[in-house]
Structures are given as structure tokens and as C-alpha cells.
């Protein structure tokens, strides 16, 4: 029975022609599948409506091949033969009484046409705006173009009526969309009837807008994607600017769908943005129009969400990467299992599909993108295999969802931990500067484990393999995580360092409390968080800190979680020296010697410490112990023995849940020999 608290999140209401089963609404996002992988994709949102959201929406859906952006991989609906694509997501959002809605774009002055190699087409003229800076420029629309990108948009509306969708978002935020393109003087500086002020900067939305309503609106809600603030100053499109055109054009859309400005400022991580954090922004603008509002702000608090409604600040509460972490968060609040909610930790794991091309993951949900290609459900597993227990070592992300997962399978699993609290590297990492969130990843899964009867869980009980031999289970999942390097091997360095007299610190050691002093270099080769938080808590700690990395970013592959920016700008607040494109080619007792990453030119940095960021190694041995031990296992009773997460090889934390996850599904499964492991969609040859 849903707590009374929480009973005006299943209120229904009206979007147009069509009636909204509750207020939670799954808003726009990428999977890194799109039109690669549709029924990947289509599978996922199918998920969802399971899981009870009453509004679902595909990710942005490019309606003509002369704006595409290339080599980001989204939706397209170029043509009629793009329909089944679209219609089999719309057949599966609609499953559960869902609304079934598509992100129409035009990407403009964001559009490369690297693919297509068509000329781009702009509100004006101008360089491309990408993440890749393509040395490619685009002309500006003239009468004749937005005449035809008005009747592009209405193709694109009868194809996705044609496909069985209920609603149309325009994208017109995070700086992507040509409706946002129009809106900002950023972007716009024409001198005609479509540029100035701002009720001419409107009419290109006014103008579509009321072509789609006549071509498909007796059937089709809309709603309009715009962005709450741009924050790049006097030029753009404010907050302020933003609740002039709601209120001149407040019945404009069936409902206005309100984001940040800015794709990194809007779905910023945990480290750097709370949840609501959008509400100043969003507040009060339901008072200028008499249409629905729905916002976004990561929200994973039901208190936070009834809140949010009950104080007339939003209609719908708009979800991403929460409905990523936990497909079924209505149902789970509708049935008061509060507890049993995957909380997003903000990481943005599932962003860096998008950004590099690839099938996207979770850190909290491992089944992500998994349900059509493997056939995993967020919360149902596979039957039990033929063996009847599991010993799993190891209590980290890896052998906590092991253990959760093989546990719902019905097998008896004892999880012992040779610390004396679960979470392994998680529990380490909560501690860091900003990462507090991250800790939900242990919490869910020792409460989900602290419930199950057929889990017992040993703490300080590091095991040896005569341990393990004299136990008597038939299944080992050895998930003993690993141990960050001092000696500098990873990227720049494929053999150990040269170094003599200085302190050097490890990740480890400053996550156990053992914290340099003075004048500190961080070498950071491994390009992802770490080296950042560390030099963050250095500084924080007083020392004097330099940061040197090879790469031309710091902590380069951020770029792909879109916190990139904010971990240098915090940096630079904290007063960390940063210098780029330099290694640390040896560490001596005066400091370290640098070279150029591109020239070699030698240098010198002073330092009474060194934090080395390297590379890890996995902490292998009593796998090692055990498979030397192989023929001793029949006598034990052991069918067999797997070395999971980064017990195997070192990784995000991402793949370490997903490790867990896949050693449950396939406990007692048959071999698949030479097979593919995941389904995949396969590209019809034309004649």
C-alpha cells in the first residue's frame, strides 16, 4: 500500500489530447545504442514501463540527414524505412498504460554531417559546436531553408504518428537543439524577422509549433524542451529571458519540459551537483502558464518528489539517470519498498555510452542496456543451475552483487570479507571529496543481503586455499578486488619507475588516512577521477600541490562522464597547479624530473612527496592458489572456482557490479563455446 506521503505522485493528469497515469516521467536520454541497437533500446524503455512510469521517452531523434552528429549515435528518422526502428520502442513504452513519447531534433549549428556530407545548416553562420571541435563551419538558414525545416518537422510528426507515439518533444536545450538555437542571442544574430528581439526569436517555435498541431495535433501532445538558464552571460539565453517567452507564449505547448542550459550543467554529477539542484531555476515559472511543467534534478528521494508537486513547483517529476539506476521506482514507492530503490549515485557511468559510441552501462543497475541483448531483468533472475551454494570472497561492488544476484537465484551463498565492514574500494572512496554518494552502491547491497535467509556474511575471514579446500562448497567466486601501484607502471611508464628518496603515496594510502605533507606532485597516468579528488584533498589538506599528467586534460577521460571542466575549475579554486602534457620520467630526493609528452624536454618539479595515480594490480593470489590446487578440487567438492571485478582486471567501478551480476547469471549455465555472448541487431544488405 503507497504511504499517503506519496499519493499525489499517482495522481493522473492531462498532457494535451492524452491522460498521464501518474507524474513520474522518464524525460529524453541517450543509451549509446539508437539506431545501431533500437531493439536494445527498445527493450530498455519496455523496461520502464514495467516499472510503472507513466510518460517515456526515446532519446533525440534526428529528422533529416542534413543535420546529424555523427559519430554520437541517436536515433533517426530520416526516412519511412526508419519507422519499424521507432515503432517496435513505441510498442514497448506502452506496454503498462505508459505515454509513448519521441524527441524530435535538428541539431543546426551542433550537426557536423560527418556521415551524411551534407553542408550544415545554422540559425547563422558559424563554426560547428561539438565535444570534437570539427573544423567545420555551417551557412545560415535562409527563407527557403526554414521553410523546408518547418516541413521536415511535420514529415518527421506523421512518421512518429505512423510509429504509434503519443507525445513529440522539441529539443531545445543543453545547447543542442535548433529551438534553443533560435532563443539565444548566442546563436542567433539575424537581422530579420527571426532575430532580435525576442518575440521574433520566438516565431520559428510559434511557426512550428502550429504546423504540427495542424498536421498531427488532433492525436499528438507536444512539448518543448527549453533551457532554464545558459550561464554564458549577457549573451544568452537566461533564466530571466526564459520566463519572458513562457509567459508571451504560455499555451504554446501542451507542456514545457525545463532544463539547464548547458548538457554538463543540467546532468552534472553528484560530486558537483545535489539533487534539485535546478529548483531556484524552475521555481515560479508555473505561474506563467497554464500548461504542465516538468523538471529534472536527479531526483531520487520520494519525500524530495512529492515535495517538489505538493509546492506547485513542478507537475511531473522528470527523470534521466534515476530511471536508468532503478527502472522500477513507482512501483517500488507505490508498494512502500522505499528501501529497495537503486539510488542513482550520480557518475555518470551511463553518460560515456553516449560519449564514446558504445552501448551505455550503470554503475548501480548492471542489467542497463542488458535486457534485450543478454535477457536480463532489473528484478528478475534466471532459475537455479543443478548446484545448491557459493562461497563468495570478497566484499566489494563485485562479490556484493555476486552475492545479491546468486541469492535471488535461490542458491545458498556465504560472503566472507577479510575487512571488517562491505564495500570494499567503495567504502574507501565514499570518504573522498565529493564521492559521498557513491556509497550507495554498498548500502543497497548490504541492506538487499541484510533481507535474503539464504545469505550468511563473515567478516574478518581472510582465506587462505587450504581454507577454502576444507569448506566443502561446490562454487567459488573469488572477488578479492586489487591494490593501486607505487611504482608509476600504467600508461607512461610500462616498466617501474626510476626513483630514490622521496615519500611516495598511493591512492591507498591516502584513502586509509595517510596523507603527504608540503609541497606535493600528483602524477596522474590514470586519466579518470582519482587524480583529481586526491590532489583536491591534498589542498584541502593544506599542502602545496602540483598535478602532472600526459594527457592535455586533467583527468582527461571525465570529458566522458561531463565533469571535466568542473574538476579543473575546482581544482584551480583549491589552488592546484596544473600542468599538462608532462610526465614524471623519474622521482629523485629533491622532487621529480618531467619530460614533454610530445618532445621530451626535460624538467624539474620540487617536492617533499609524490602521490603516484598509475595503474592497479589485482590482488590474485588466492586464485592463483587455488587453480594451482585444480586437482584437489574434486575431493573438496568443488565444481568450480571464477576470479571476478577487479580481481581479475582493475576497472571502473561499473564493471565491477556488472562482473558480479554476470557471474550469478551464469553460474551453472551451459558453456556457449565460440557463441556470441549478447544478441546484437545486424545491418540488412541493400540491394
Request: hydrophobic residues 40%.
Amino acid at each position: 500500500m503507497t504511504d499517503p506521503r506519496y499519493d499525489i505522485l499517482f495522481t493522473p493528469m492531462q498532457i494535451g489530447p492524452h491522460l498521464a497515469k501518474n507524474r513520474f516521467y522518464q524525460v529524453p536520454h541517450c543509451n549509446g545504442g539508437g539506431y545501431r541497437d533500437p531493439s536494445a533500446a527498445a527493450e530498455m524503455r519496455g523496461i520502464k514501463a514495467e516499472g510503472g512510469w507513466g510518460v517515456i521517452f526515446t532519446e533525440q531523434t534526428e529528422i533529416h540527414q542534413t543535420s546529424e552528429i555523427t559519430p554520437f549515435i541517436e536515433l533517426r528518422l530520416w526516412e519511412d524505412q526508419d519507422i519499424p526502428a521507432i515503432a517496435k520502442m513505441a510498442e514497448k513504452m506502452k506496454t503498462h498504460g505508459a505515454l509513448a513519447g519521441i524527441q524530435l531534433a535538428y541539431s543546426g549549428v551542433n550537426g557536423p554531417n560527418l556521415y551524411t556530407k551534407e553542408v550544415p545548416l545554422a540559425v547563422s553562420p558559424g563554426p560547428i559546436r561539438t565535444f570534437t571541435y570539427d573544423p567545420v563551419q555551417a551557412r545560415s538558414l535562409d527563407k527557403t531553408d526554414i521553410r523546408n525545416l518547418r516541413r521536415w518537422f511535420v514529415n518527421a510528426a506523421r512518421r512518429s504518428q505512423t510509429a504509434g507515439f503519443d507525445l513529440i518533444c522539441l529539443y531545445g536545450a543543453h545547447g543542442f537543439g535548433i529551438f534553443q538555437h533560435f532563443l539565444s542571442r548566442a546563436t542567433n544574430q539575424r537581422g530579420d524577422e527571426y532575430g532580435g528581439s525576442l518575440e521574433n526569436r520566438s516565431r520559428f517555435a510559434r511557426e512550428v509549433m502550429a504546423d504540427l498541431r495542424d498536421a498531427v495535433g488532433d492525436r499528438m501532445a507536444f512539448t518543448m524542451r527549453v533551457s532554464l538558464d545558459e550561464t554564458i552571460g549577457d549573451l544568452g539565453f537566461s533564466n530571466a529571458e526564459l520566463r519572458d517567452f513562457i509567459e508571451m507564449n504560455g499555451d504554446l505547448p501542451d507542456m514545457w519540459d525545463l532544463a539547464q542550459g548547458s548538457w554538463d550543467e543540467c546532468s552534472g554529477p553528484s560530486r558537483f551537483k545535489e539533487e534539485a539542484a535546478q529548483e531556484a531555476l524552475v521555481k515560479g515559472i508555473k505561474e506563467l502558464t497554464s500548461r504542465p511543467v516538468v523538471g529534472v534534478g536527479r531526483f531520487t528521494s520520494p519525500d524530495v518528489m512529492a515535495r517538489m508537486i505538493r509546492q506547485g513547483v513542478l507537475d511531473f517529476i522528470g527523470c534521466a539517470r534515476p530511471s536508468i539506476a532503478d527502472p522500477f521506482i513507482p512501483v517500488k514507492i507505490a508498494e512502500n519498498r522505499i528501501e529497495d530503490i537503486r539510488e542513482c549515485i550520480g557518475c555518470n557511468m551511463c553518460v560515456t555510452g553516449d560519449m564514446t559510441m558504445s552501448i551505455s552501462r550503470c554503475t548501480q543497475n548492471p542489467t542497463f542496456m542488458e535486457e534485450w541483448r543478454k535477457g536480463w531483468h532489473p528484478e528478475r533472475m534466471n532459475a537455479k543451475g543443478d548446484s545448491q551454494n557459493v562461497l563468495v570472497i570478497g566484499g566489494g561492488p563485485a562479490g556484493l552483487e555476486a552475492a545479491r544476484a546468486l541469492s535471488l537465484r535461490g542458491y545458498d551463498v556465504a560472503l566472507a570479507e577479510a575487512g571488517d565492514v562491505l564495500g570494499g574500494r567503495v567504502t574507501r572512496e565514499r570518504k573522498l571529496p565529493g564521492l559521498s554518494a557513491w556509497g550507495r552502491v554498498a548500502d543497497y547491497r548490504t541492506y538487499q543481503l541484510s533481507q535474503r535467509g539464504n545469505v550468511e556474511t563473515y567478516l574478518q575471514s581472510r582465506l587462505t586455499a587450504e581454507d577454502v579446500l576444507s569448506f566443502g562448497f561446490q562454487n567459488v567466486c573469488i572477488a578479492t578486488g586489487s591494490h593501486w601501484r607505487a611504482d608509476g607502471v600504467a600508461r607512461w611508464h610500462v616498466v617501474p619507475m626510476p626513483g630514490a628518496g622521496l615519500p611516495v603515496f598511493t591512492p591507498d594510502d591516502l584513502m586509509a588516512g595517510r596523507l603527504p605533507q608540503g609541497r606535493v606532485v600528483v602524477f596522474d597516468d590514470d586519466h579518470y577521477y582519482m587524480g583529481g579528488v586526491l590532489a583536491e584533498l591534498c589542498a584541502q589538506a593544506g599542502c602545496e600541490v602540483t598535478l602532472v599528467t600526459p594527457a592535455a586534460f586533467v583527468s582527461d577521460w571525465t570529458r566522458n562522464t561531463l565533469e571535466q571542466g568542473a574538476i579543473h575549475r575546482r581544482l584551480v579554486e583549491n589552488g592546484v597547479k596544473i600542468v599538462l602534457n608532462t610526465g614524471v620520467a623519474a622521482v629523485t630526493a629533491a622532487g621529480v624530473e618531467t619530460a614533454c609528452a610530445y618532445t621530451g624536454t626535460p624538467g624539474r618539479i620540487e617536492a617533499d612527496a609524490v602521490v603516484m595515480v598509475a595503474s592497479r594490480t589485482s590482488d590474485n593470489t588466492l586464485y592463483r592458489d587455488l587453480m594451482a590446487r585444480q586437482a584437489d578440487w574434486a575431493d573438496a567438492g568443488i565444481r568450480s572456482v571464477k576470479v571476478i571485478g577487479d580481481a581479475e582486471a582493475p576497472g571502473p567501478i561499473a564493471w565491477a557490479t556488472y562482473a558480479g551480476h554476470r557471474y550469478a547469471r551464469e553460474l551453472d549455465m551451459p558453456d556457449r563455446g565460440d557463441a556470441l555472448s549478447f544478441r546484437r541487431e545486424v545491418t540488412a544488405l541493400q540491394g
